[in-house]
């Protein structure tokens, strides 16, 4: 994969593709800018390697039928003018873009073509700049005409952030401080199949948790009574069962319905009674799964043990996030819900590497390989 050091940009105009898919309030603020943030390394050191100009392009959310002001970047454009120290000019359409230290493109979605990897939409990307830098980990596992299609039309290189996030997920499986620990939860078996042959195949231990764990409990006969339960899932999680490396909760708390204020329940053991839902792992996996991680040379996490965002539902991932900061290891977060559990609890700079991109390094640890990343190759 070529990197900034293999792209003289002194003097050129540079595009670059940046993830600045936030998430906004109700009143369009931003709650969250660690994408905005991750980007300034690379933002930075093609300025300071005397880059004629940037332009910035990026999206936001999954806008239908053009133009929407619901999803313009302006709230990243500001935020990103308050970081960098600098005017950030907003260009409303490709046609329109003018001279500028640093000038962001509205949201590429907008544009007819872009899901679609169009290649008349990607020359008009590269009509834009003398040199391409993908910077967007995050979207890398799409083939779209700002990640992909553009790439081939001009000199191109991975930004810093997107090296290091393949570098260091790669080296997971690679060449990791051993015992590699793998904590795996979520909604669905179905959706992290691939992860967890992979980390069943190169880990010491599979540690899992969320919803996902129930079709392995069913599989084994025992009561799921409301939980969630992914009925595509039994018959993978029933081939994953003899795994000597897996690792399932032991016990649960329980509630009536899925809500913050619902009656609750410890469960001594897994089966869960008619009318009542699983939706945290108990007290004796949480310090089984800290004990394990705490022991570990490399960990990777991600997805939830449970419903976190609901407080009654919360100790297990806080006991599996609390173990990642305290631990020694290597600890490797892979975006989505495990980072926001991790800013939830106020422990985002306590791991060894945070992802930007959930699907992407999902897809990464499966040995997929990433549109984004191979176009730069």
Known sequence: MRTLDDLDVAGKRVLVRVDFNVPLDDDRNITDDA??????????ELREKGASGLVLLAHLG???GG???????????????????????????????????????????????????????????????????NDAFGAA????ASTEAVAHLLPSAAGRLLEREVTTLNGILEDPKRPLVAVVGGAKVTDKIGVLEAFLEQADTVLIGGAMCFPFFKAQGHEVGASLCEEEGLEPAKALLGNEKLELPSDLVAGRAFSADTEVQPLDGIDVPEGWMGLDVGPGTAERYGSIIAAAGTVFWNGPMGAFELEPFAAGTKAVA?????????????????????????????????????????ELIEGKELPGVKALS
């Open 62 to 64: 999954r806008p239908k």
């Open 35 to 44: 994408r905005i943030q991750a980007a300034l390394p690379t933002l930075k």
């Open 67 to 133: 133009p929407d002001p619901k999803f313009s970047l302006k709230p990243a454009a500001d935020r990103l003018a308050e970081l960098l120290g600098t005017d950030v000019a907003l260009a409303p359409d490709l046609d329109d873009v003018p001279a500028g230290d640093v000038v962001m493109v509205e949201n590429v979605r907008f544009f007819e073509g872009e899901t679609k990897n169009s290649e008349d939409l990607a020359r008009r990307y590269a009509a834009l700049a003398d040199v391409y830098v």
């Open 141 to 144: 596992h799409r083939a779209h």
């Open 322 to 362: 609390e173990a990642m900061a305290a631990t020694d290891a290597t600890t490797v977060v892979g975006g989505g819900d495990s980072a926001a559990a991790l800013a939830q609890f106020g422990l985002a700079d306590r791991v060894s590497h945070l992802s930007t991109g959930g699907g992407a390094s999902l």
